[in-house]
């Protein structure tokens, strides 16, 4: 569903993505992980249009994200913030989305009530807290029962409680036959959740394939996290 083919990103003479190749398969959730600064968010901010990539491709379902029509149908992202504008009534916001993407009107309560945002809907977004916002940004995301969920640092500013209940909502759409494709820098948080590892250090893969292989050879989970991304290139590459 989503494939990223050799994906080269330079900002001036920084080489901040390096031939990056990966998918992210329906039925799966896939954790993109790397240190702070390791090209993430630069490989997803592609991926969302957001960014151009210097050469290589990165598609959701064969097309780039640009050629999509009503995009959010096929893809929900979550990327820093609420992605509402701070004057927006939370419910306003979701409705102006739900327009923009062709969506019907109906989905607004019903994401509202699957985000646990319901009692918030004329709250607005600039006096939402940080996980509100976040819960805000899942709202969009969910609003057009996109196949494919793409999530940067997801569980950032969620309670505990959120994040569990976060973790919930992803088994259920990988469950239902959806792709999931997170990142983040916390091994921790994507072992218990994630059926594919993609381990990017320093703008490189290092090691992808599903979690009982990378942990192969290695005590734990985050050893092979750390012996991977500590020895950048010298990884093992699969
Ligand atoms: N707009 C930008 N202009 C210049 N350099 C940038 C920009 N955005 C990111 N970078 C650089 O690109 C590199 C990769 O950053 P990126 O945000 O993709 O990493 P990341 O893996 O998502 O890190 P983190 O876990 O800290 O979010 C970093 O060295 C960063 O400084």
Redesign the pocket.
């Known amino acids: 569903m989503l494939t990223i083919d050799e994906l080269v990103k330079r900002?001036g003479s920084r080489l901040?993505l390096s031939a990056v190749s990966f998918s992210a398969a329906p039925g799966r959730i896939t954790g993109f992980l790397?240190p702070?600064?390791?090209?993430?968010?630069?490989t997803l901010r592609i991926l969302l249009g957001l960014d151009r990539a210097t050469s290589g491709t990165a598609l959701i379902g064969g097309r780039p994200y640009g050629v999509l029509r009503d995009p959010l149908r096929t893809v929900g992202s979550v990327l820093d913030g609420s992605g509402a504008h701070r004057s927006r009534r939370v419910g306003e916001h979701l409705a102006w989305v739900a327009r923009s993407n062709g969506i019907p009107q109906h989905r607004v309560g019903e994401v509202l009530d699957q985000v646990g945002l319901a009692d918030s809907r004329r709250t607005r977004a600039g006096r939402l807290s940080l996980g509100m916002g976040r819960r805000l940004a899942l709202a969009a995301a969910l609003l057009g029962e996109p196949e494919a969920l793409v999530l940067d640092?997801p569980s950032n500013g969620l309670d505990p409680d959120g994040i569990r209940w976060l973790r919930g909502l992803l088994k259920d759409h990988a469950a239902a036959g959806g792709t999931v494709l997170l990142?983040s820098?916390q091994i921790s948080e994507v072992a218990q959740l994630a059926d594919d590892l993609v381990v990017l250090a320093e703008g490189r893969i290092v090691a992808s394939g599903p979690c009982a292989e990378i942990g192969a050879g290695h005590e734990s989970l985050e050893d092979a996290f750390f012996a991977l991304t500590r020895s950048g290139r010298t990884g093992e590459q699969r």
Do not use: M
Request: aromatic share 0%; charged share 25%.
């Open positions: 900002r901040v790397g702070n600064g390791a090209g993430k968010s630069s640092e990142s820098h």
